[in-house]
């Protein structure tokens, strides 16, 4: 179980709270192990639309072990943070640095983060308009602009507003993996993204910006699939059964709403368990690994890696039993 602890500040940037939280409530509804907790420093806080948020949770004076605190970003960052509410959450989060606790920010929350030391020797990033602010308060660390969020250790950092979403999927694809994070984000119909700093997608969330029902059905069964039996091979029919559609309409539907073919979709997925895999157990050999991933040899492995990734690409996925295998 996962405990989320939401940070909220006075004066908070509405969509900053709600779009991250609305994500992992879906999730925990879902049946992700998840528990969520709205705290800040006082009881009720003003908010960016002129509303009032009430029965927030006093700061908690000890997490389980298992937690993740998220502090939400603000409206009015360089007037707000100056305030004493604020300034009591950056010498709460300073006592976290003891504790081993993750911690993520969204959008404005990054430079809380900064006030409170956690940021200095990490990669990092915020809201674009906030980069030198950021720089300013944690020169020790390593801004990076224009990415979605940044993954640095136990510190989560996201450019904020919608990316607070994208940040909650990648928490909720850490946790129960990449098929609840796609159906959370169908849930909420918005386009999937990648992190922490890629500008691609990942293939676990790749071809799934569309809205076609029959084309999610084959691919929620396929990812589920992978991630509990690698080695299962659906056929086209199968697959085009289980969506109601026939299996030629299925390949047509694969191809214009998915941008991809059905045969294609499942060997990028099977690769992307791969690389999962190496960064695992480095020490797996291609025998080893094309078992692992639904591959039925080394030789059927080497042949599909060849065709999805580039030659450094390649290079990387090498394993080191893989020498003069054939």
């Not at 699939?225 to 109601?244: I, M, V």
Request: contains cysteine; glycine residues 8%.
């Amino acid at each position: 179980m996962l405990n989320v602890f939401l940070v909220i500040t006075p004066n908070v940037l509405m969509l900053d709270y709600a779009g991250p939280a609305e994500a992992l409530r879906m999730a925990r509804d879902m049946g992700a192990p998840l528990k969520l907790q709205a705290c800040g420093p006082v009881a009720e806080v003003p908010t960016s639309l002129d509303t009032r948020l009430a029965g927030l949770l006093p700061l908690p004076a000890s997490l389980p072990t298992s937690s993740l605190v998220l502090v939400t970003g603000n409206g009015n960052e360089r007037e707000d943070y100056a305030g004493e509410a604020a300034q009591q959450v950056v010498r709460w989060l300073r006592a976290l640095a003891q504790t081993g606790t993750r911690v993520a920010s969204i959008c404005s929350g990054a430079l809380l983060l900064a006030q409170a030391g956690l940021l200095d020797g990490r990669r990092c990033t915020t809201h674009h308009s906030l980069t030198d602010d950021l720089r300013a308060l944690a020169p020790g660390a390593q801004v990076l602009d224009d990415r979605v969020f940044v993954e640095d250790g136990p510190v989560l950092t996201s450019a904020g507003i919608t990316t607070g979403i994208d940040l909650a999927l990648h928490l909720v694809q850490q946790l129960s993996g990449p098929e609840m994070a796609g159906r959370v984000a169908r849930r909420l119909v918005m386009y999937l993204r990648r992190g922490p700093s890629d500008v691609q997608l990942s293939p676990w969330l790749a071809h799934r910006n569309h809205l076609h029902p029959a084309v999610h059905r084959a691919q929620d069964l396929i990812t589920g699939t992978l991630a509990k039996d690698p080695s299962h091979r659906w056929t086209l029919a199968q697959l085009a059964d289980a969506a109601c559609v026939s299996p030629r309409h299925l390949t047509r539907l694969f191809m214009r709403h998915a941008g991809i073919s059905v045969l294609n979709y499942v060997q990028q997925l099977r690769i992307a368990r791969a690389q999962e895999l190496l960064q695992q157990q480095p020490r797996l050999t291609q025998e080893q690994l094309a078992a692992a991933c639904g591959f039925s040899s080394a030789r059927d492995w080497r042949r599909v890696c060849q065709r999805f990734t580039t030659p450094a690409g390649t290079k990387g996925l090498q394993s080191p039993g893989a020498a003069g295998a054939d």
